[in-house]
């Protein structure tokens, strides 16, 4: 794989990782509530949207599971850390367990909304790709996050809070977070078309998953 598929890859894990650290700290953007991660975890699909349009269904999936693996090597080695005894003068654990310390169901609600919601993404852009033959990017990439963003609000959200909060307030936190990331998604459109069209040109490819094994397991 070349250089550019390699930074790619990185900056899709690193988005991802990144978004997970900031998550703790809750934000109001337009009378909103989200979490902080709005800032960059949208970024993880522009990136998704890109790997799979340039270099397809198979390339993104396995770029998907290494940010599921990253992930979850940075949450063990953060309980790790939590869990070895800190030093006698260092004041600094109830923030340390408040910030990266996350509780066991929101990690699994976590987990699988972004599986859902990243494979969703990659699917629909792939298929939208062969539906259009190549054309109207700007469809694929705000349509399977429409499906894809809709899917991770609605998981996390339902897993994580069921039962903990009105069901009216959890139906207007899935609807807004859904909303404010399509919004983003659309905005970084001039920004997604400069980059495939780029990526295609130095990489003389542009994937067309016609006869892809779709089967979000296999690696």
């Given amino acids: 794989m ?3 598929f390699v930074s790619f890859a990185a900056l899709f894990v690193t988005c991802l990782l990144t978004a997970n650290t900031m998550a703790a700290k809750l934000v109001t953007v337009g009378g909103v509530v989200l979490s902080a991660a709005i800032v960059i975890f949208p970024v993880s699909y522009i990136v998704g949207d890109v790997l799979t ?8 999936r396995r770029v998907i599971w290494l940010g599921f693996g990253c992930n ?23 923030a340390y367990s408040e910030i990266l310390g996350q509780t066991p169901r929101i990690l699994a609600a976590s987990f699988v909304a ?23 990017l700007w469809t694929r990439t705000i349509g399977s996050t429409v499906i894809g963003q809709a899917l991770d609000s609605a998981v996390f959200v339902a897993l994580a809070f069921a ?3 009105p069901l009216g ?3 207007g936190i899935m609807v807004g977070q859904w909303i404010v990331k ?7 459109t001039p920004l997604t078309y400069a980059a495939v069209a780029w990526l295609k040109a130095s990489e003389g490819t542009d994937a067309y998953d016609y006869d ?5 397991i296999r690696l």
């Fill in 114 to 136: 972004y599986l859902a919601g990243e494979f969703a993404n990659s699917f629909v852009l792939a298929k939208m790709k062969i539906l259009t033959r190549g054309r109207w």
């Fill in 169 to 171: 307030v959890l139906i």
């Fill in 2 to 4: 070349s250089w550019r």
């Fill in 212 to 216: 892809t094994d779709f089967n979000p």
């Fill in 72 to 94: 979850a090597l940075m949450v063990a080695a953060i309980w790790l850390g939590g869990e070895i005894p800190a030093a006698p003068f260092w004041k600094g654990g109830a």
């Fill in 163 to 165: 039962g903990w909060v």
């Fill in 53 to 60: 349009e340039v270099w397809g269904y198979g390339t993104a």
């Fill in 182 to 188: 399509v919004l983003y998604e659309a905005a970084a």
